[in-house]
């Protein structure tokens, strides 16, 4: 504990002591939901490359603790999957700062499988039903599956997936005990390579990336489950993992936008950055990583079997 509070110390005097950053130059603090972690780290270092007197350092930590940075006052930027809410805002307001929204992309919550689990697809009704605790045994999923207690294991008890799921899907019903928090989202997939019962909750943008090897090395060792975004499910339902063109067309259920919030009330590197994710450049990026751009649109082909 004593080592947060330090570095939220440092890092205020540090941004409160400096303002000469430009768009493209200086010094600058983000603090970033986890979960993005694979994509913001290709578009640093894109942004970097182009720009060598830009120095972004990122904070990567729950959707939580970046709230708490920001109303800190020790970051003034910040990447979410959602909106600032009433509380967040309020402070704001109270300071005279109005903070900029920049959509960069939308992501999605994949659910991940241990590679012997051979019951690889769940309708909604059924997410739920292991989310809250209804179902607690593999078994009341499937009664031919040995009698084994699911687990669910999120990145971290602050995670904005679990905000997410406990807002769209249960409607803010509380998590059952059955669900467990780990450090970070490869952790996640740690876990559940070693234990058949668990369920893996991640963020798209950890296995999206087809041409990447270290996805590759997570796709080898999980199985990303299929979804039917319907309440039922029937012999013409069809199933969905998180792919870029589900997610377009918003057919994956567990879809949403991530923002960059700017609370700077100025010009200077954190907009730079924001302009650049925004730019066909960074939306390119963005493209390639398997996630959907926010600015430009995505080409889907429909293939024909007959």
Not at 29 to 34: G, R
Not at 101 to 124: H, V
Not at 192 to 220: A, R
Not at 259 to 280: H, Y
Request: aromatic share 10%; with cysteine; proline share 4%.
């Amino acid at each position: 504990m004593f080592g947060i509070f330090a570095f939220l110390f440092f890092v205020s005097c540090e941004t409160s002591n400096k303002n000469d950053d430009t768009p493209t130059s200086g010094h600058v603090w983000i603090a970033v939901d986890e979960s993005l972690r694979p994509l913001i780290e290709v578009e640093e270092q894109v942004f970097e490359s182009i720009y060598p007197n830009a120095h972004l350092d990122f904070i990567f930590t729950s959707e939580n603790e970046v709230a708490k940075f920001m109303l800190a006052d020790s970051v003034k930027l910040c990447i979410l999957t959602r909106h600032l809410n009433e509380k967040e805002k309020a402070h704001f307001d109270e300071i005279k700062i109005t903070p900029r929204y920049s959509p960069i992309a939308k992501d999605a919550i994949a659910f991940i499988l241990n590679n012997k689990t051979t019951d690889t697809i769940f309708t909604l009704p059924l997410v739920a039903k292991i989310l809250d605790g209804t179902y607690t045994s593999w078994q009341e999923i499937n009664p031919k599956l040995e009698d084994k207690k699911i687990e669910i294991v999120f990145d971290n008890a602050r995670s904005g997936a679990i905000r997410y799921l406990r807002d769209s899907l249960l409607n803010g019903k509380e998590l059952g005990k059955q669900c467990y928090a780990v450090e970070n989202n490869s952790a996640v997939i740690d876990r559940v390579e070693k234990n058949q019962q668990s369920i893996g909750i991640i963020g798209m943008s950890w296995i999206s990336d087809l041409d990447d090897s270290i996805t590759h090395s997570f796709l080898s060792r999980i199985i990303v489950a299929e979804i039917v975004p319907k309440d039922l499910m029937n012999a013409q339902s069809q199933t969905m993992k998180p792919y870029q063109a589900y997610v377009a067309l918003k057919q994956y259920p567990f879809w949403r936008t991530i923002e960059m919030i700017n609370c700077s009330g100025r010009t200077g590197l954190g907009t730079g950055f924001a302009s650049f994710i925004a730019s066909d450049k960074g939306q390119r990026i963005v493209l390639k990583s398997g996630m959907v751009p926010a600015t430009t649109p995505v080409r889907i082909i429909n293939l024909n079997s007959k």
